[in-house]
C-alpha cells in the first residue's frame, strides 16, 4: 500500500522559506496525484495544493497561489512544498495525500491515503 511519509517542518522565523518533502514509504506514488493540506489547532484542514502523476499539471485554490509551489521528482519518489514568506498564523501541522486520479477543484478533499504530518511553527 502506499505509505506516506512527510518531513521537513521545524521552527521558522516569519518571513522566512521553507521546503516540505513527500515521500512513500511503501507502494511508490510514482501514478499518483499528490495533494497538500494543512490544519492549524481548532481550525477545519484546507487544501492548499495538488499535483497530477506527471507532474505537469499543477492546482492551486485562489487562497494559496502565490505564496505555495508544489513540484514532484518522479526518479526521487518524492513531492514537495514550497513555502514563501512565512507568518504566524501558517503555523500548523502539514499532510500530504494520495489518489490515482487528478479531478481536482478549488473543494478537494483529499484521497484515500494520507501521511501522518509534519509540524510548520513559524515564530514571530
Known amino acids: 500500500q502506499v505509505q506516506l511519509v512527510e518531513s521537513g517542518g521545524r521552527l521558522v522565523q516569519a518571513g522566512g522559506s521553507l521546503r516540505l518533502s513527500c515521500s512513500s514509504s511503501?507502494?511508490?506514488?510514482?501514478?499518483?496525484?499528490i495533494s497538500w493540506f494543512r490544519q492549524a489547532p481548532g481550525k477545519e484542514r484546507t487544501f492548499i495544493a495538488a499535483?497530477?502523476?506527471?507532474?505537469?499539471?499543477?492546482y492551486y485554490p485562489d487562497s494559496m497561489k502565490g505564496r505555495f509551489t508544489i513540484s514532484r521528482d518522479s526518479a526521487k519518489n518524492t513531492v514537495f512544498l514550497q513555502i514563501a514568506n512565512l507568518r504566524p498564523e501558517n503555523t500548523a501541522v502539514y499532510y500530504c495525500?494520495?489518489?490515482?486520479?487528478?479531478?481536482?477543484?478549488?473543494?478537494?478533499?483529499?484521497?484515500?491515503?494520507w501521511g501522518q504530518g509534519t509540524q510548520v511553527t513559524v515564530s514571530s
Open positions: 511503501g507502494r511508490s506514488f510514482i501514478r499518483y496525484a
Open positions: 499535483i497530477d502523476a506527471s507532474g505537469e499539471s499543477t
Open positions: 495525500n494520495a489518489e490515482p486520479q487528478f479531478a481536482i477543484t478549488s473543494d478537494y478533499l483529499g484521497g484515500n491515503y
